[in-house]
T-cell receptor
Framework: EADIYQTPRYLVIGTGKKITLECSQTMGHDKMYWYQQDPGMELHLIHYSYGVNSTEKGDLSSESTVSRIRTEHFPLTLESARPSHTSQYLC?????????????FGQGTRLTVV | AQSVTQLGSHVSVSEGALVLLRCNYSSSVPPYLFWYVQYPNQGLQLLLKYTSAATLVKGINGFEAEFKKSETSFHLTKPSAHMSDAAEYFCAVRSGGYNKLIFGAGTRLAVHP
């Protein structure tokens, strides 16, 4: 069973607020990812990390930032939330064993900016 | 570059009927392919994956998929749909050396009595 957790599950926040979406995994995985998913749409990779102190931008441009200070923790931050940031954010992780290794997903954070 | 195309954004079947969800991939190298399922307000759960060991892959919940290189396809099937199969299904391909997963747009499966 996957052990990757995201908090909060749901967040409604006003425009201009700073928010941090938390993601933690207990599997010791080096690789972690953030995907953005609009309702009924595909997932777009916005950030990924190979390990501690490693972060890279994904395929979809995002105003969010990430950090990876600890292996198990990969938070995503929006300095000033806007309605265009309303979406579902999914965190995932995988180990280094090979390209056939699947990614494990958290339950997601549904963000609404009003 | 690698990509995935899922044909049909919505599929509706009767309970007990065959489920067929289509996925075609594009890849210049042998691909690693995955099917994930997403239930409402949940994350993604792995159904099955193709890793070149066998072209017919069996997954959880009675699903299976067949890798056909000549057709660049990896369609997902289940002989008999159950109401609990109603969900969103995503096909994905591994991309590059970073182990990034590239997802298709998803297919929403509805199962009616």
């Amino acid at each position: 069973e996957a052990d990757i957790y995201q908090t909060p599950r749901y967040l409604v926040i006003g425009t201009g607020k700073k928010i941090t979406l938390e993601c933690s995994q207990t599997m010791g995985h080096d690789k972690m990812y953030w995907y953005q998913q609009d309702p009924g749409m595909e997932l777009h990779l916005i950030h990924y990390s190979y390990g501690v102190n490693s972060t890279e931008k994904g395929d979809l441009s995002s105003e969010s930032t990430v950090s990876r200070i600890r292996t198990e923790h990969f938070p995503l931050t929006l300095e000033s939330a806007r309605p265009s940031h309303t979406s579902q954010y999914l965190c995932a992780s995988s180990d280094q064993s090979g390209a056939d290794t699947e990614a494990f997903f958290g339950q997601g954070t549904r963000l609404t900016v009003v | 570059a690698q990509s995935v195309t899922q044909l049909g954004s919505h599929v509706s079947v009767s309970e007990g009927a065959l489920v067929l969800l289509r996925c075609n991939y594009s890849s210049s190298v042998p691909p690693y392919l995955f099917w994930y399922v997403q239930y409402p307000n949940q994350g993604l759960q792995l159904l099955l994956k193709y890793t070149s060991a066998a072209t017919l892959v069996k997954g959880i919940n009675g699903f299976e998929a067949e890798f056909k290189k000549s057709e660049t396809s990896f369609h997902l099937t289940k002989p008999s749909a159950h109401m609990s199969d109603a969900a969103e299904y995503f096909c994905a391909v591994r991309s590059g050396g970073y182990n990034k997963l590239i997802f298709g747009a998803g297919t929403r499966l509805a199962v009616h009595p």
